[in-house]
């Protein structure tokens, strides 16, 4: 089989090679390869531009930036960290390499994001901060989020790795909480191969900033700090895509528009369609089924080399990295261990073609309607 009769799930934008090696070139020019150089500083100001009132710290990593938004928090040692129990392994583990305790809290049955009655049911006296996750790029309750914050003085730290570009109640996703973590991973809508950011208040920004250099002023370790820098051949990918952006942005409008219609009438499945009052997520497609049937699927699909993913399962219980912790729910049963398994992320890229898409509707179709 040749490596291009396989339909992978996601492609990163790839930059116009001109473009990305003038850049290159000014690093190159200027002997400066990291620690704030000149692209660095262009493509935190291009991040910053759609989030006046906030300030925008780059990151090597979406994890670091999550890690850094974190710390922000100057939680105690050994503090309860509440986040939902659907997520990337990314959400769950920052909280542990931070020396903290995730507390697994249940989820919302439509978005799967966290749910704030969960939260509060889950409160203790040595909670300290809430990260829930925009999970798929869907907004969380936000109002009920800095409601519960405000009132136990808990440090609201966003994990919005999918949610770059996500606009909520006429506000970027950016906006809301004590701090945000996006991911720029090649496998995310804008990337830079790794890397991330976060996005806080202003008065949070020289302590991001000491923190992401090893907590160091003028060379002297003031802080507790990392090395949380991004360099600048991976600003210059970033950089590099900006102007790329809004033709991906329509290729992926179009890929969704013609998935959504294929797949709206199909029995037994939903489309984890964006919340009222939230912008399209461009970053995955998404569809969720009874678990029995998201197996057949997979297997469905793998069978023409179409490969679709799951990367967001439960965090939590037997076979996990935390299998004694439970999942604290409100709700009489909780609800996480059962719409985990309904998650299935198709093929959703601006280079997908339409032949390809086409044969993945096909494929899905057929198998819900058990012609295959
Ligand atoms: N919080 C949440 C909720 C997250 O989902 C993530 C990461 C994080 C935090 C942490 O952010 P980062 O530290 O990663 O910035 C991917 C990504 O590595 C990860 O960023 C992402 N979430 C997670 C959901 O997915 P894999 O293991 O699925 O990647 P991989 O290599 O299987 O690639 C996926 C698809 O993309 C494949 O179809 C192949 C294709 N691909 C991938 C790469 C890297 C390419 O065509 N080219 C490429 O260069 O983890």
Known sequence: MSASAIITVG????????????????????????????LHQRLEMALAADLPGRTVGLAASGTTALMMALQLGDLPPGAEVITPAISFAATAQVIRWCGFQPVFVD??????????????????????????VHLLGQPCDTDALADIARQHRLWLVYDAAH???????????????????????????????????????????????????FGLDQGRPVGFGINGKL?????AMGLALLPDLPAEIAARRDLRRRYDAAFATLPDVSIQ???????????????????ARR????NALAAQHVFARDHFPLL???????????????????????RAGEVICLPFHGRLSAADQAKIIQVTTGFIKGDL
């Not at 360099?231 to 600003?235: I, L």
């Not at 369609?273 to 678990?291: E, I």
């Not at 076979?319 to 609800?335: K, Q, R």
């Open 316 to 338: 939590c219980g037997p076979g996990t990295a935390f299998p004694d912790a439970p999942v604290i729910t409100a709700a009489p049963h909780p609800i996480a261990p059962a």
């Open 11 to 38: 492609a990163p934008m790839l930059p116009d090679l001109p473009r990305y090696t003038a850049l290159l070139s000014e690093a190159i020019d200027a002997a400066w390869l990291t620690n704030g150089g000149v």
């Open 273 to 291: 369609a964006a919340r009222a009052g939230a912008s399209d997520n461009l970053t995955y497609y998404a569809l969720r089924l009874p678990p």
């Open 163 to 213: 949610a770059y570009g996500v606009t909520w109640q006429g506000q970027p996703i950016g906006n809301f909480g004590d701090a945000t973590a996006f991911s720029l991973h090649a496998t995310k809508l804008l990337h830079t191969g790794e890397g991330g950011y976060i996005v806080t208040h202003p008065e949070n920004g020289a302590a991001m900033r000491r923190m992401r250099n």
């Open 295 to 298: 197996a057949g699927l997979f």
């Open 231 to 235: 360099s600048e051949a991976q600003a």
């Open 107 to 132: 989820v919302q049955p439509d978005s799967l994001n966290i749910c704030p009655d969960a939260v509060r049911a889950a409160i203790t006296p040595r909670t300290a901060a809430i990260m829930p």
